[in-house]
């Protein structure tokens, strides 16, 4: 098989089982983790490391930002061989019960992407895998690690400063009126977490007859972080604590682990 256009790999380059970050800077880090590491590619905003995890071989890939980036690493990642994506990162949450470092779980995805549309029509689902979300969930990948963990839906969509309730978060103080109450909107619906990623990988693993899942560590309670003012600062508002890579790396990789260790009784 050729070399993938834009992740610049190869049948052989990557493991059955694949993390996947937004952030390419996370890549390295997250592979700090395994017993063996070694970059394969870097190109644009995809990064690509392959190892070893406990006996498990293991790759993790960049996706950048948002569901049409992340939509062409699936597709390359599928053609070079990896069956099992598991989505890591940060996201913010809906619910009040839900604190800033625990792992949120996803099960399914609210799609207010464009991508996923692409392929399907509106009507379907962005689920998880079952497998995926039971090996996130289980007592050693998340409780056993000492973390809090909360399972259900996030809402992937395709904007960061846009849908905040009051204006200031959008450049120029632009803003809808259909904003206003949509945050609560999606509380009130028991949404769980807000990322940007989520729903493609989804909807395209079950498309395929892949396996997929997510996790990520909340950084912020999405309903108030702008507060009265309405301004919104990420910098400033969101929980920049250092453990937060070793959360969502250890999370995602004891994850991997478990699935292989399943595959390996089937």
Not at 86 to 94: A, K, P, Q, W
Not at 139 to 164: C, E, I, K, P, Q
Not at 196 to 222: H, K, T
Request: glycine share 10%.
């Amino acid at each position: 098989m050729s070399e993938q256009y834009h992740l610049k790999i190869s049948q052989g380059d990557v493991a059955p089982y694949v993390l996947l970050p937004g952030d390419p800077g996370r890549v390295k880090a997250v592979a700090s983790y395994w017993d063996k590491a070694e970059l394969i590619a870097s190109n644009r905003e995809y990064v690509t490391y392959t190892g070893e995890y406990k006996g498990v071989p293991i790759s993790c890939t960049s996706t950048g930002i948002g569901c049409p980036s992340t939509s062409i690493a699936m597709e390359e990642l599928a053609r070079c061989g990896a069956t099992t994506f598991v989505r890591i990162g940060t996201c913010g949450t809906f619910q009040d019960h839900v604190k800033n470092g625990d792992i949120a779980i996803f099960d399914s995805a609210l799609r207010l992407d464009g991508s996923s549309k692409l392929y399907v029509p509106a009507e379907y689902p962005a689920v998880a895998s079952h497998e995926v979300v039971d090996a996130c969930a289980r007592a050693r990948a998340v409780r056993g690690l000492g973390y809090t963990g909360h399972v259900g839906t996030t809402r992937s969509a395709d904007t960061f400063y846009a849908g905040h309730a009051k204006p200031g978060s959008s450049f120029n103080d632009y803003w809808q009126s259909s904003w206003a109450h949509h945050f609560e909107d999606l509380k009130r619906m028991n949404v769980l977490a807000a990322e940007m990623e989520a729903s493609i990988i989804f909807v395209l693993a079950r498309l395929w007859g892949l396996r997929a899942g997510g996790c990520a560590v909340v950084m912020d309670n999405i309903c108030n972080v702008a507060g009265e003012s309405g301004q919104f600062d990420p910098q400033k508002e969101f929980d920049h604590s250092a453990n937060h890579i070793e959360r969502l790396a250890l999370a995602g990789c004891e994850t991997i682990r478990m699935l292989a260790d399943l595959d390996a009784k089937e």
